[in-house]
């Protein structure tokens, strides 16, 4: 008869993994995916490094994990940007500058996130989450093309070029570990960038 488990000892698995994952979190925070080794993680949890590795077979099926919850957190932060009120235009500058100064504020996990060298299944995992941003992005921009505010243009494609850009844009400020002080001074030719990416209207000004 297969071993199944008891509602409280999976309850303290969920628990304990749970823990993991904070901890992974902050450690990813701190020190970036190189930081984040299977007994740092159980160290700063206070477990045993065995007990991480029930939970998952290693490093980089964690780190997938991680970036799943923690750039889903950030794709649902651009998509609250998008919805709110405002002018189609303004909603395309919205998500840009949410992604932007998001980053900002948390450089080192951003770079994490965005740059930092990872093996193959987090690379893969990273891929998932672009196409999430260029998507939400995508939708304003062709809102933005129906209302006759922006030149005709391909959303998706538009979409996708801002996205490398601005990860281009932000790779140095992140990999320096700007602190949020310097979003000010970014922020506004992140902005005017886009705007003339889009060939919206005050693009030069």
């Not at 007990?51 to 997938?64: Q, T």
Request: with cysteine; glycine share 6%.
């Amino acid at each position: 008869m297969p071993y199944r488990r008891t509602a409280r000892v999976q309850a303290r698995m969920d628990t304990q993994r749970a823990a993991i994952l904070d901890a992974a979190v902050d450690l990813l925070s701190e020190q970036g995916y190189a930081g984040c080794s299977m007994a740092a993680v159980a160290a700063r949890a206070g477990i045993a490094t065995g007990s991480v590795y029930r939970h998952f077979p290693g490093k980089a099926e964690l780190v997938v994990e991680l970036f799943r919850i923690v750039v889903g957190h950030e794709v649902e932060a651009v998509a609250r940007a998008a919805a709110e009120p405002g002018d189609v235009l303004q909603r395309v500058v919205a998500v840009v500058e949410t992604f932007s100064s998001r980053a900002l504020k948390s450089p080192r996990l951003a770079y994490a996130l965005l740059a930092e060298p990872v093996d193959l299944p987090v690379e893969a995992e990273r891929l998932v989450f672009r196409r999430a941003f260029r998507d939400i992005a995508a939708a304003q921009i062709a809102a933005a093309v129906a209302a006759g505010v922006i030149p005709p243009q391909n959303p998706e494609i538009t979409a996708a070029a801002l996205i490398g850009a601005l990860g281009e844009i932000l790779v140095g400020p992140l990999a320096d570990g700007a602190a949020s002080s310097d979003t000010v001074d970014l922020m506004p030719s992140i902005i005017a960038f886009t705007l003339r990416a889009l060939g919206g209207p005050n693009a030069d000004s």
